[in-house]
């Protein structure tokens, strides 16, 4: 404790504000873990510990700090990113990211449009989450390297957090020359609002978070495009205009709403209700098409994962169910999908790069798929 206040007593120093943003957020995660265990054995020593850390940051208050109560993870994040300056010491990281002919063959053609630090940190790593994991984590190990040359520190605690049904970091927040902010799934922190449910433990959880990631990514990622049919059958759409954004996620939560109003429905209702919901899922895409084993194509084939329980359930109400997701070559999965949109890029040539839609078969009633797929 001797030690951690002289650290904090020095003015002007960086390490000294790196230390106390630590501090607040381990105050607040104990705070948030005796709400949620009051029986814990170690329950009266982590609040002893809570009034140490109380002790330790009321004699210096952060100017940035102005809540009488305990600060959020917004309380102590937003008022420093307004002091950021709009520096780009991380450009010519995004200048390497561009030149590596492996990485394009995931990203494309493009080009960051970033004008700051912290928005070119956040810019890279979802970048990163298009690509294979171990292509980014190769990625990101170099990175760190690179910036820690500049004097920058990976630092963990300093993130935003989206609401999700386990806690999940998914990229980390730069310290020191460099100041960024990360980002971290949380299941402290609840579902977007536009979805009105709470959180119960039980599977709506996992589909509530996934759809709370890419209403939080629409409106963060410029690059993400829909290719929604009941919104525009003809093509892959931009979602960067207000017009186009709002009609998507309109579609996406009303989706998200019929799947969580037929929880105890009959289960074929059920079970069309969550095609539905998956569709919307996977028609919210990249070009070119993110790599199924990313960040990203895992998140969706999450998502996808939870239609087994639902099509179990109907098959022991005494429906016959078929369910195929249709990936490989596009000539042998055509006649199971309807409404294809074909790229002339990205993936392999004659081969589908995105199942936006799985086939299914209710009884007699056929629900053809839906794929985006490469020309030959």
């Known amino acids: 404790m001797q030690h ?30 005796l709400k949620e265990d009051t029986t814990d054995p170690g329950n009266s020593a982590c609040q002893e510990v809570v009034r140490e850390l109380d002790q ?38 995004g200048d390497a990211l561009l030149a590596d002919q492996e990485l394009l063959q995931y990203i494309g053609a493009y080009q960051f449009h970033s004008n700051n630090d912290l928005d070119l940190w956040n810019e890279i790593q979802r970048l990163l989450l ?8 190769t990625w990101r190990e170099c990175i760190l390297a690179e910036v820690s040359q500049l004097g920058a520190l990976e630092e963990k605690f300093a993130v935003q957090q989206i609401g999700f049904s386990r806690n999940e970091p998914v990229y980390s927040g730069l310290q020191g020359s460099v100041y960024a902010t990360g980002l971290f799934l949380s299941d402290q922190i609840d579902f977007d609002p536009q979805l009105q449910v709470e959180k119960r ?8 978070g996934i759809v ?26 931009p979602l960067s205009s207000e017009a186009e954004k709002s009609k998507y996620v309109t579609a996406l939560v009303d989706r998200f709403g019929r799947v969580s109003s037929t929880t105890n429905a009959d289960p074929a209702i059920a079970l069309r209700a969550r095609l539905d919901l998956d569709e919307a899922i996977h028609s919210l895409v990249y070009l070119p098409p993110c790599d199924r084993f990313s960040w990203w194509g895992k998140l969706q084939q999450e998502a996808r994962r939870t239609l087994d329980s639902v099509v179990e359930k109907a098959r022991e109400a005494g429906y016959q169910v078929q369910i195929r997701p249709l ?29 936006l839609r799985v086939y299914a078969k209710i009884n007699d009633e056929v629900i053809p798929g839906r794929v985006l797929f490469r020309s030959s």
């Not at 002091?83 to 450009?91: A, F, N, S, Y």
């Open 130 to 137: 298009r690509v294979p994991e171990k292509l980014a984590h």
């Open 56 to 93: 330790l940051l009321q004699p210096q208050k952060l100017e940035i700090i102005t809540s009488p109560t305990p600060p959020t993870w917004e309380d102590v994040l937003e008022p420093i990113q307004l002091e950021i300056p709009k520096e780009q010491k991380l450009k010519h990281i």
């Open 4 to 33: 951690l206040s002289k650290l904090l007593e020095i003015e002007d120093s960086q390490l000294a504000w790196v230390l106390r943003l630590g501090l607040h957020g381990l105050r607040t995660q104990l705070q948030e873990a």
């Open 201 to 208: 433990g039980g599977g709506l959880d996992v589909l509530a």
């Open 212 to 237: 709370s990631v890419c209403l939080n990514f629409i409106e963060t990622d410029t690059c993400l495009h829909h290719a929604l049919k009941s919104v525009d059958r003809f093509g892959v759409r």
């Open 327 to 355: 990936w490989g070559t596009y000539a042998d999965i055509y006649t199971y999908s309807k409404d294809d949109l074909q790229l002339d890029f990205g993936g392999v040539p004659g081969e589908v790069s995105a199942c």
